[in-house]
């Protein structure tokens, strides 16, 4: 499929984990694709995507905490690429922490970056989507702790509900002018983050070797096994499409059954 051809995606996040998954799925479709992370070698990563899929790949280095880098960034992306339809907002980060030793610091870093983030790109885009007449579309990275919040990452769990609420706003807002927001709540999927998130749960939670924990947790869901920043990234990508014109404000769990909900 090529659903995506002759157009342009932003992806946030999209250098590593689930967010390249997200933007090689455009790309493998024939979207041509921003990717803006933090990393210094979101260049060299989204020039390495562009050979292997053949399609214009750009990467931008950008903290999604900065409204003036934001504007930069989409302006840049559309200078490149032309005309946004797609923005994936995908930037996350987790800090895990027991309830008495989690700080200010991490507190407003998951908050930051995981919520504010969100809603700085969603604005910028939304501002381009508008100014071109695109009937855009909006995706948000929310996480399964925007069902349930799980032990040690408070902060965490309080940025991603505030994700889908952001979602659900943002929708009612924009559902005239046929611009469509949904949020995404993947589960355990194989990407550094649960490699992180394994290990240090790990560590507070027992006596957990490397990848016990993870195991422990995968038996957990119906489908028995973690799944992929590929399987993420199809998700994502039909949100985007033209056969989800009709799907606003929702957000859509992707987690083998974990949580159903």
Not at 31 to 60: C, F, H, M, Q, S
Not at 247 to 253: A, K, L, V
């Given at each position: ?19 390249r ?19 210094k ?13 053949g ?94 919040g ?11 509900f ?29 990407t ?5 998130n ?54 859509i769990?992707?987690d ?6």
């Amino acid at each position: 499929m090529r659903r995506f051809a002759d157009q342009s995606v932003f992806v946030t996040g999209g250098n590593k984990g689930i967010g390249r998954g997200i933007a090689r799925r455009f790309a493998e479709e024939g979207a041509n694709v921003a990717i803006a992370a933090i990393d210094k070698d979101t260049p060299e990563v989204a020039a390495a995507l562009g050979e292997e899929t053949g399609v214009r790949v750009v990467g931008l280095v950008l903290d999604v905490t900065d409204a003036h880098a934001v504007q930069a960034a989409y302006a840049e992306a559309e200078g490149q690429l032309g005309p946004l339809s797609v923005s994936v907002q995908n930037a996350g980060v987790i800090t895990i922490a027991k309830v008495e030793n989690l700080t200010e610091r991490e507190w407003d870093l998951n908050l930051d970056v995981n919520t504010k983030g969100v809603f700085l790109c969603c604005q910028e885009a939304i501002r381009r989507f508008r100014a071109s007449g695109t009937k855009g579309r909006l995706v948000n990275t929310a996480s399964g702790q925007a069902r349930q919040g799980f032990i040690y990452t408070p902060h965490y769990a309080a940025s991603k509900f505030g994700v889908v609420g952001l979602t659900q706003s943002l929708a009612k807002e924009l559902a005239r002018e046929g611009i469509t927001v949904n949020a995404i709540c993947p589960g355990i999927i194989h990407t550094e983050m649960w490699d992180y998130n394994d290990r240090v749960w790990g560590q507070m939670l027992g006596e957990y070797g490397p990848g016990e924990l993870m195991t422990e947790w995968v038996e957990g869901i119906p489908m028995g096994r973690a799944g992929t920043p590929a399987e993420v990234g199809a998700l994502v990508a039909f949100l985007a499409s033209k056969d989800a014109a009709y799907i606003t404000g929702q957000t859509i769990n992707v987690d083998g059954g974990l949580i159903m909900s």
